[in-house]
């Protein structure tokens, strides 16, 4: 009979007592064999966009390196490698190098969640087939952690948001939210040009037109850009933690920048 193989993608929320064990546990006490995959991910969603890659790979491959020593320790048949920024995309990579059994990610709890955390389960089931637990965890500052809750989904993928989808045959499907996002940006970002352009009709230049400016230029960019990545997010995988802090960039920060033009225009 092949021995089971089990694939688990392990962020900063792995390596304390219990999450080792729950890992234990996940290969009926070290009969199945792991493959434990760091996703090199970036400390904020602004770094990603920088692409920023030298310093979430070492990270990475320092917590790979502590992971793999106790996952051993524990009585564990283990093998590792870091992953892809995005921890979806490295199951898919490492899917694709060799099938797995079962998939087992491991995520913080949420008032600990980090940015690429928000969503990862329901993610993760719209694009992994084998079978998959979301073991949430969380940590202490003295290196303990608990584990909170496992949640479990079946063998294939399902479409979480398929009712709650705005699409087309010529658009990928959009959440309400996202297509909300988008409707506010590029409204809010002409509005805002406008606003600049009148503001700067004054014969005589001064500082808060120049203000006036920037803050439309800045809020054009970071639209289009928000605009450009769910249009073609399907090939850019421009999706979860990364896709909601444009989103509500674009929800938060072009209404604020519509009213500072706006008073800048009536009271500069």
């Known amino acids: 009979m092949a021995e089971r193989l089990l694939l688990a993608i392990v962020t900063d929320a792995f390596g304390g007592p219990e999450s080792i064990a729950e890992l234990r546990r996940q290969t009926d006490g070290g009969a199945a064999e792991v493959r434990l995959i760091v996703p090199a991910v970036e400390a904020s969603p602004f770094r990603h966009t920088l692409g920023d890659v030298d310093e979430p790979k070492r990270d990475a491959e320092e917590r790979l390196r502590v992971a793999l020593a106790k996952a051993r320790e524990n009585g564990l048949t283990v093998t590792g490698h870091v992953g892809d920024p995005d921890p979806v995309q490295a199951a898919q990579d490492a899917l694709l190098e060799a099938p797995a059994d079962e998939v087992v990610i491991f995520e913080h709890e949420a008032s600990q969640a980090s940015w690429f955390e928000n969503g990862l389960f329901e993610r993760a089931q719209e694009s992994l087939e084998p079978p998959l637990r979301m ?9 303990a952690d608990h584990v909170v809750e496992v949640e479990e989904a079946g063998r294939g993928t399902v479409e979480i948001d398929a009712e709650k989808e705005i699409g087309s045959a010529y658009l990928p499907g959009l959440s309400r939210a996202d297509f909300v996002g988008m409707v506010v940006g590029v409204l809010g970002t002409i509005i805002v ?3 600049a352009a009148v503001a700067t009709a004054e014969a005589t230049p001064t500082g808060w ?12 960019l970071i639209n289009m850009a928000h605009v450009v990545g769910l249009t073609l997010m399907e090939s850019v995988h421009y999706r979860g933690g990364f896709a909601r802090f444009f989103r509500d960039l674009a929800l938060v920060g072009t209404p604020l920048a519509l009213v500072a033009n706006l008073l800048i225009l009536l009271l500069a």
């Open 193 to 195: 040009i406008v606003l």
């Open 135 to 143: 073991v949430v965890v969380e940590c202490e500052s003295d290196g």
């Open 209 to 220: 037109q120049a203000a006036a400016i920037l803050i439309a230029i800045f809020t054009a």
